[in-house]
């Protein structure tokens, strides 16, 4: 059907415009739309010109044909939503809780082809022998601009164009007759074709295959067999690292590549290294793909239309690379998918995880999960038996779980020891030094230590408009500043407490920062490195870093969790984890499990080679479940602690959970919409009611002046919270709130 109308989704992300609109179809675009596309209409009163979707094309008119206002045009080059990308977004909005453009936006990454750059390259079409004979004839003939070039390309017979009309200066009149002669070729490339650094693209020799261990090989095998037989299902992955998952990984990639499918993997950004990249294109050249956040838009349009067209098999990318359009996507892998990045932190707030779910159930594609540490939501479900597991125990390279020593600072401080590393870090540390192996020591996260506190009264130092505690910073050559982490507000530090006087105002000296310096001092021959948000703000900072450390330009690197991650060294046979407990009073109830997370990769990264490993946690609950089970490298025995605490207290992955998070510029108000809301939310039921935590202020109660409320609610049943989403979704549409709005968070992995 052609239709006469279209019912279009406008590009405004609002709840009372959140509904098709009717439009009738001019002539002029009679036949040329499809459901999709990108089209400008007349909107408004003012009829102004905006963007919007076609969902549906028809030859019913809901309303007087007359007065239904005209399509204006087709967007140019727009990006149009496929017809299971339209699917997709409409299960993100009706799970997650947003308007359609937002979720149409969200599996749209890309709005907007790119104008193709196009590099072009000069070819020889002689051998070198030739070209030099040519040059010379050139020579004789005063000819020298062709002289000059056919010298060049008997050196290297491909110039890039820039580089010969640069540097040689040959001009476009030279560069066509030297064309009409038949001696050379101008070649185009899409500049965009591999978004790799070059000099992995010019260093990758193929191969790079290794023989499968049996059980490598056993999950292989299982997994194909069910997709050849066409069952679709999830599984999950369950290997230490280095147990040979991603060998796994490239097996399977292999294979759906030759039953003619394609295959998105999600890496976390910060996990997608220079290393892992490599052994994809060895593995798989040119067929593999590339996505991050360091692309342009024009870059990543390149790559979303190269696998739309089905010149890749492989797309490797963070969150984002879910919406990859392949046409015949056959499987997704999503590695380390316990990690939060794959969480969105704007509206719609989706899992990857879970979209990836539903987009496999449209493409007819399998799904595994792979992680060290699975999230408590992944392995809850295969203890159901929703999802297949499989495991993988042992180490490959070699390379043994390390010795692990549980050291409590409650000790230390009784025998006098005030330093922030215990005597057992201390003496180990030394013995790396002298036998010239590496460690590392990680630092809980960012900013923990920064805040500044009198030591007389307890008063904070905070930002005046989000409300939390400001950080220290001191930047080389000039004075500390306070700086809040939220908006950028920035201030001197203070010399008095504002609160009662006292001169014992100071920060609480424990960042990377200051341990770095503390190293310093107390071995002062170490060569250090340091790794967190601060020393990695500029482009390739992280790499640069990591690959000094590989390289043993240093002795030891401190880090935040970013140096957990990724990369093996050989060398490095000691970690030390300098405040395992930091992360366990973060306030929420993932605290325990992240804790978990981190402190089994912080010392999985001792001995990953032949060399033993130590590692130290120090810690003022020695006696914690997650330090023991961490320490033991023991997730089963955690995971039991853990889902009998969920299940208790009615926590996800036990119950469900939905964040409303109530956001007014009106501090009052935003107080009284926060109460009505969540009283409507369980006024309709009669039993079976779900919990209600809250309303209250938020954490942070402010940010940049808008003021945040928010409440929780908790139950068995996700569809029940889904059906209050709705109600909420419908009363906010007809109220007239002009400074308020509200955003969902299913099951949030933070609090607000
Ligand atoms: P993971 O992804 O679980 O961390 P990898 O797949 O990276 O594990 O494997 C860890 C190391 O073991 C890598 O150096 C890899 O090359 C090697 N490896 C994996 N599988 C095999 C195998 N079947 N035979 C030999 N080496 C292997
Ligand atoms: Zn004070
Ligand atoms: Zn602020």
């Given at each position: 059907m052609t239709g006469r109308f279209a019912n279009i989704i406008v590009d405004i992300s609002h709840e009372k415009v959140d509904r098709p609109f009717q439009y009738r179809i001019p002539q002029a675009l009679c036949g040329q739309l499809a459901v999709g596309m990108a089209v400008m209409i007349p909107f408004g009163r003012g009829n102004k010109l905006i963007r919007g979707y076609v969902m549906e094309l028809t030859d019913k008119a809901e309303y007087d044909e007359r007065k239904l206002k005209e399509i204006a045009s087709i967007v140019k080059g727009g990006v149009s939503a496929q017809g299971d990308a339209i699917r997709l977004a409409g299960w993100i909005k009706e799970n997650y809780g947003s308007t359609m453009i937002a979720a149409l936006k969200t599996v749209l990454p890309v709005k907007q082809k790119s104008k193709l750059v196009v590099k072009k390259s000069i070819h020889s079409k002689v051998d070198a022998q030739t070209a030099i004979d040519k040059s010379l004839a050139f020579e004789k003939k005063h000819q020298t601009a062709k002289a000059r070039l056919m010298k060049a390309l008997a050196a290297q017979p491909i110039l890039p164009q820039t580089l010969v009309t640069g540097k040689l200066n040959i001009t476009a009149q030279t560069l066509r007759a030297l064309q009409q002669a038949d001696l050379i070729e101008i070649q185009e490339e899409n500049a965009f074709r591999n978004p790799l650094p070059h000099a992995v693209q010019s260093g990758w020799q193929r191969g790079g295959k290794k023989e499968l261990s049996s059980n490598q090989r056993a999950i292989v095998t299982q997994i194909m067999a069910e997709f050849r037989r066409g069952i679709r299902q999830t599984y999950l992955l369950h290997g230490v690292t280095g147990s040979g998952k991603t060998e796994v990984y490239m097996e399977l990639i292999e294979q759906i590549i030759s039953e003619g499918r394609q295959t998105i993997m999600l890496i976390p950004e910060i996990a997608l290294t220079y290393q892992t990249l490599v052994r994809f294109y060895q593995r798989f050249g040119e067929r593999v793909s590339v996505m991050n956040s360091r692309l342009s838009a024009g870059e990543r349009s390149d790559q979303f239309e190269r696998a739309a067209k089905g010149e890749v098999d492989i797309i490797i990318g963070p969150r984002s690379a879910l919406f990859t359009p392949f046409q015949r996507l056959g499987l997704v892998i999503i590695d380390e998918e316990h990690e939060s990045s794959y969480k969105s932190e704007s509206m719609p707030k989706y899992h990857a995880r879970e979209v990836a779910g539903e987009l496999c159930r449209i493409k007819g594609a399998s799904l595994l999960l792979g992680s060290a540490t699975p999230s408590l939501e992944s392995y809850y479900r295969a203890q159901k038996g929703e999802i297949k597991l499989f495991e993988l125990k042992e180490r490959l390279a070699g390379g043994q779980l390390p010795q692990v020593y549980i050291e409590d600072l409650r000790d230390e401080l009784r025998s006098g020891n005030r330093s922030i590393f215990s005597r057992r870090l201390h003496t180990l540390l030394e013995e790396r030094l002298e036998k010239g192996e590496q460690s590392m020591l990680f630092l809980n996260r960012r900013g923990y230590a920064g805040f500044v506190s009198c030591r007389a009264c307890g008063y904070v130092v905070k930002c005046p408009h989000c409300d939390v505690s400001l950080s220290e910073h001191t930047v080389k050559n000039r004075a500390s500043r306070l700086v809040c982490h939220y908006c950028g507000y920035e201030t001197p530090p203070v010399t008095?407490?504002?609160?009662?006087?006292?001169?014992?105002?100071l920060g609480f000296r424990a960042g990377t920062q200051q341990i770095e310096e503390l190293l310093h001092k107390e071995f002062p021959t170490a060569r250090i490195l340091r790794m967190d948000a601060d020393t990695t703000k500029s482009k390739d900072s992280y790499e640069q870093i990591l690959s000094q450390f590989a390289n043993e330009e240093a002795d030891i690197l401190v880090g935040t969790q970013?140096?957990?991650?990724g990369h093996d060294f050989a060398k490095v046979t000691l970690v030390g984890i300098l405040a395992a407990d930091m992360s366990l009073h973060a306030g929420d109830y993932r605290a325990g499990e992240r804790t978990f997370q981190l402190l089994t990769q912080a010392a999985g990264r001792a001995g990953r080679s032949t060399l033993a490993g130590e590692v130290v946690i120090q810690t003022y609950q020695p006696e914690h479940y997650t330090i023991i089970h961490a320490a033991n490298q023991d997730y089963k025995g955690f995971y039991e602690e853990e889902i009998a605490y969920r299940d208790l207290m009615m926590y996800p992955p036990a119950a469900h959970m939905m964040a409303v998070l109530i956001l007014s510029e009106d501090e009052l108000e935003g107080e009284e919409h926060a109460k009505e809301l969540s009283d409507r939310a369980v006024?309709?039921?009669?039993?079976?009611r779900p919990t209600i935590i809250g309303p209250s202020a938020a954490a942070v109660g402010k940010i940049n002046d808008v003021y945040r409320n928010v409440f929780y609610i908790k139950h068995r049943e996700y569809q029940v919270l889904v059906d209050i989403k709705d109600n909420l979704e419908q009363f906010i549409e007809q109220a007239q709130w002009s400074r308020c709005s509200i955003q969902f968070d299913f099951n949030p992995i933070n609090t607000y």
């Amino acid at each position: 059907m052609t239709g006469r109308f279209a019912n279009i989704i406008v590009d405004i992300s609002h709840e009372k415009v959140d509904r098709p609109f009717q439009y009738r179809i001019p002539q002029a675009l009679c036949g040329q739309l499809a459901v999709g596309m990108a089209v400008m209409i007349p909107f408004g009163r003012g009829n102004k010109l905006i963007r919007g979707y076609v969902m549906e094309l028809t030859d019913k008119a809901e309303y007087d044909e007359r007065k239904l206002k005209e399509i204006a045009s087709i967007v140019k080059g727009g990006v149009s939503a496929q017809g299971d990308a339209i699917r997709l977004a409409g299960w993100i909005k009706e799970n997650y809780g947003s308007t359609m453009i937002a979720a149409l936006k969200t599996v749209l990454p890309v709005k907007q082809k790119s104008k193709l750059v196009v590099k072009k390259s000069i070819h020889s079409k002689v051998d070198a022998q030739t070209a030099i004979d040519k040059s010379l004839a050139f020579e004789k003939k005063h000819q020298t601009a062709k002289a000059r070039l056919m010298k060049a390309l008997a050196a290297q017979p491909i110039l890039p164009q820039t580089l010969v009309t640069g540097k040689l200066n040959i001009t476009a009149q030279t560069l066509r007759a030297l064309q009409q002669a038949d001696l050379i070729e101008i070649q185009e490339e899409n500049a965009f074709r591999n978004p790799l650094p070059h000099a992995v693209q010019s260093g990758w020799q193929r191969g790079g295959k290794k023989e499968l261990s049996s059980n490598q090989r056993a999950i292989v095998t299982q997994i194909m067999a069910e997709f050849r037989r066409g069952i679709r299902q999830t599984y999950l992955l369950h290997g230490v690292t280095g147990s040979g998952k991603t060998e796994v990984y490239m097996e399977l990639i292999e294979q759906i590549i030759s039953e003619g499918r394609q295959t998105i993997m999600l890496i976390p950004e910060i996990a997608l290294t220079y290393q892992t990249l490599v052994r994809f294109y060895q593995r798989f050249g040119e067929r593999v793909s590339v996505m991050n956040s360091r692309l342009s838009a024009g870059e990543r349009s390149d790559q979303f239309e190269r696998a739309a067209k089905g010149e890749v098999d492989i797309i490797i990318g963070p969150r984002s690379a879910l919406f990859t359009p392949f046409q015949r996507l056959g499987l997704v892998i999503i590695d380390e998918e316990h990690e939060s990045s794959y969480k969105s932190e704007s509206m719609p707030k989706y899992h990857a995880r879970e979209v990836a779910g539903e987009l496999c159930r449209i493409k007819g594609a399998s799904l595994l999960l792979g992680s060290a540490t699975p999230s408590l939501e992944s392995y809850y479900r295969a203890q159901k038996g929703e999802i297949k597991l499989f495991e993988l125990k042992e180490r490959l390279a070699g390379g043994q779980l390390p010795q692990v020593y549980i050291e409590d600072l409650r000790d230390e401080l009784r025998s006098g020891n005030r330093s922030i590393f215990s005597r057992r870090l201390h003496t180990l540390l030394e013995e790396r030094l002298e036998k010239g192996e590496q460690s590392m020591l990680f630092l809980n996260r960012r900013g923990y230590a920064g805040f500044v506190s009198c030591r007389a009264c307890g008063y904070v130092v905070k930002c005046p408009h989000c409300d939390v505690s400001l950080s220290e910073h001191t930047v080389k050559n000039r004075a500390s500043r306070l700086v809040c982490h939220y908006c950028g507000y920035e201030t001197p530090p203070v010399t008095n407490c504002p609160q009662c006087g006292s001169k014992y105002i100071l920060g609480f000296r424990a960042g990377t920062q200051q341990i770095e310096e503390l190293l310093h001092k107390e071995f002062p021959t170490a060569r250090i490195l340091r790794m967190d948000a601060d020393t990695t703000k500029s482009k390739d900072s992280y790499e640069q870093i990591l690959s000094q450390f590989a390289n043993e330009e240093a002795d030891i690197l401190v880090g935040t969790q970013m140096i957990v991650k990724g990369h093996d060294f050989a060398k490095v046979t000691l970690v030390g984890i300098l405040a395992a407990d930091m992360s366990l009073h973060a306030g929420d109830y993932r605290a325990g499990e992240r804790t978990f997370q981190l402190l089994t990769q912080a010392a999985g990264r001792a001995g990953r080679s032949t060399l033993a490993g130590e590692v130290v946690i120090q810690t003022y609950q020695p006696e914690h479940y997650t330090i023991i089970h961490a320490a033991n490298q023991d997730y089963k025995g955690f995971y039991e602690e853990e889902i009998a605490y969920r299940d208790l207290m009615m926590y996800p992955p036990a119950a469900h959970m939905m964040a409303v998070l109530i956001l007014s510029e009106d501090e009052l108000e935003g107080e009284e919409h926060a109460k009505e809301l969540s009283d409507r939310a369980v006024s309709r039921f009669a039993e079976n009611r779900p919990t209600i935590i809250g309303p209250s202020a938020a954490a942070v109660g402010k940010i940049n002046d808008v003021y945040r409320n928010v409440f929780y609610i908790k139950h068995r049943e996700y569809q029940v919270l889904v059906d209050i989403k709705d109600n909420l979704e419908q009363f906010i549409e007809q109220a007239q709130w002009s400074r308020c709005s509200i955003q969902f968070d299913f099951n949030p992995i933070n609090t607000y």
